[in-house]
């Protein structure tokens, strides 16, 4: 079993940047691919990040590369998403995944067997 715990959001200015962290707890940490997610209101989850279980490889949502971030210690058990130059649009409560078996199914929501409760992201305009 693993439990993820978000933190780092909050309120900030379109422009400005916010770092998630997301901590888990359980030793297999590390052999665990991880993911970020995000819902917004009346929307759909949707794939933001996600990154191999020995940080390796990443990979991020179109709209988000080049200003997101995804990275891991897994000596702290730890996951985080740096988030640099936020637009109202990435306004959303924001969801650390663990464990979608395959690396090739790091998109699907469905995939993944653990999640966090989320903290909200909000950018204002």
């Known amino acids: 079993q693993v439990q993820l715990a978000e933190s780092g959001g909050g309120l900030v200015q379109a422009g400005g940047s916010l770092r998630l962290s997301c901590a888990a707890s359980?030793?297999?940490?590390?052999?665990?691919?991880m993911g970020w997610f995000r819902q917004a209101p009346g929307q759909e989850r949707e794939f933001v990040a996600a990154?191999?279980?020995?940080?390796?490889?990443?990979d991020y949502k179109d709209s988000v590369k080049g200003r997101f971030t995804i990275s891991r210690d897994n000596a702290k058990n730890t996951v985080y998403l740096q988030m640099n130059s936020l637009k109202a649009e990435d306004t959303a409560v924001y969801c650390c995944?663990?464990?979608?078996?395959?690396?090739?199914?790091?998109?699907?929501?469905?995939?993944?067997?653990?999640w966090g409760q989320g903290t909200q992201v909000t950018v204002s305009s």
């Open positions: 995944a663990a464990d979608p078996g395959s690396y090739g199914d790091r998109y699907f929501s469905s995939r993944y067997h653990y």
């Open positions: 359980g030793r297999t940490f590390s052999s665990y691919h």
């Open positions: 990154i191999s279980s020995r940080g390796g490889s990443t």
